[in-house]
C-alpha cells in the first residue's frame, strides 16, 4: 500500500470516526461548537471569507461593510454548523433526527401533485441543512437524487450509506442518473435537484441570479417537458440549537418555460426566494459566479469577482 493510500484510509476513518462521535451530541452542544469555531473559519481561512465577501457584496451592495461583515460571519456560523451535524443527519437514530424536524410546512404541494399523478422534483439549495432535507424527503417519499462521490473516495460508502438509510435512491451525475430521474418522475415519485451549483460547460445556460449572470443548469426543463412534474423548492431550516424546520415554497413560474434561459431564470429565482427566509443560511462561500469569469474577463462585472 503506497504511503498516499495510506493516509487516505487514516483521513477517511478519522472524518468518519468524528462524524459518529458527534452523531451522539445533541443539537444545542454542536450549534455551541458551530458558534465558536464560525467566527475562526472567518478569520483564519482567507478562502472562505474572501468568497464569502466578495457574493455578498454583490448580491447585497446597498448593505455597509460592518452589515455584510456581520452577515459573513454568521454564514460561516452556519456552514460550520451544517458540517458538525452531518454526524446527525447520516447517523444518529432516525427517531431522533425525526424529532428534531420541528414542523413542516407546504407538504401538501407533494401530496397534491402525486394525488395529481405527477412527480415532484424539489430544488434544494444549499440553505440551512439540507441533509436534514433528505432524511425527511426520503423517510416520506419514494425519493431520488443525483450523487456525486466525494474526492476522498475511502468515504464514498460512509456518505452512500448516510444518504440511503431512508430509502432514498442516489443514482449518478450522467446520462444514465438522468434516465433513472425520469423514471422516478414518470412513477409519481420525488427527485432532488441541486439547482445553485455551476453545471460543466455545455449543460447550462447564463441567467440572472441577484441580478448578475450566473452559469445555471438546464437540466429541469428536459425534465418537465418529458414529464409533467410539478416543481417545488425545499429547505430544511435552521432553528439553532433546538431543531429544524422543513419548508417546501412554490417554484416561480417560469420553471416549466420550455425556453432554457427562461426556465433557469426561475430555478434563480427560486433559489433567491428560499435564502429570503433567512440569508445567513445560505452556503455564500460556493464560487457562484466563477463561470462568467471564465466566460467574459472583460465584462466590467467580472472586475468584481477578481479575488475568485
Not at 460571519?73 to 428534531?100: D, I
Not at 452512500?160 to 422516478?184: D, F, H, I, W
Not at 449572470?213 to 430544511?236: C, D
Request: aromatic share 10%; charged share 25%; net charge positive.
Amino acid at each position: 500500500m503506497t504511503d498516499t493510500s495510506r493516509r487516505a484510509r487514516w483521513q477517511a476513518s478519522a472524518i468518519a470516526r468524528l462524524w459518529r462521535f458527534l452523531s451522539h451530541r445533541s443539537l444545542p452542544t454542536l450549534w455551541r461548537l458551530a458558534a465558536w469555531l464560525g467566527p475562526k473559519v472567518y478569520r483564519f481561512n482567507k478562502r472562505e471569507r474572501s468568497v464569502t465577501d466578495i457574493n455578498l457584496g454583490v448580491v447585497y451592495p446597498e448593505l455597509d461593510a460592518k452589515t455584510r461583515r456581520a452577515l459573513g460571519q454568521e454564514s460561516l456560523k452556519h456552514s460550520a454548523a451544517t458540517m458538525l451535524e452531518l454526524g446527525h443527519a447520516w447517523m444518529a437514530e432516525p427517531a431522533r433526527v425525526e424529532a428534531s424536524i420541528l414542523a413542516v410546512h407546504g407538504r401538501d404541494k407533494l401530496d397534491g401533485a402525486r394525488a395529481e399523478g405527477r412527480g415532484v422534483i424539489v430544488l434544494a439549495p444549499h440553505f440551512g441543512n439540507w441533509e436534514v432535507l433528505n432524511f425527511w424527503l426520503s423517510s416520506h417519499f419514494p425519493f431520488t437524487a443525483m450523487y456525486e462521490p466525494p474526492k476522498l473516495t475511502r468515504l464514498d460508502p460512509v456518505i452512500r450509506q448516510g444518504r440511503e438509510r431512508m430509502g432514498a435512491s442516489l443514482v449518478p451525475t450522467n446520462p444514465r442518473g438522468v434516465a433513472a430521474l425520469l423514471k422516478a418522475l414518470k412513477r409519481c415519485e420525488a427527485i432532488g435537484i441541486l439547482p445553485d451549483q455551476e453545471p460543466d460547460w455545455g449543460s447550462g445556460v447564463f441567467a440572472p441570479f441577484y441580478g448578475h449572470a450566473a452559469y445555471t443548469a438546464t437540466l429541469l426543463p428536459k425534465l418537465v417537458a418529458r414529464t409533467q412534474a410539478r416543481v417545488v423548492t425545499g429547505v430544511a431550516k435552521r432553528i439553532p440549537g433546538e431543531g429544524f424546520e422543513i419548508h417546501f415554497l412554490d417554484a416561480d413560474e417560469r420553471v416549466y418555460s420550455e425556453e432554457e434561459a427562461q426556465s433557469a431564470a426561475g430555478v434563480n429565482a427560486c433559489v433567491e426566494a428560499a435564502i429570503a427566509l433567512e440569508p445567513a443560511q445560505y452556503q455564500w462561500e460556493y464560487k457562484r459566479y466563477r463561470k462568467v469569469v471564465e466566460e467574459a474577463q472583460g465584462l466590467s462585472d467580472a472586475n468584481r469577482y477578481r479575488l475568485y
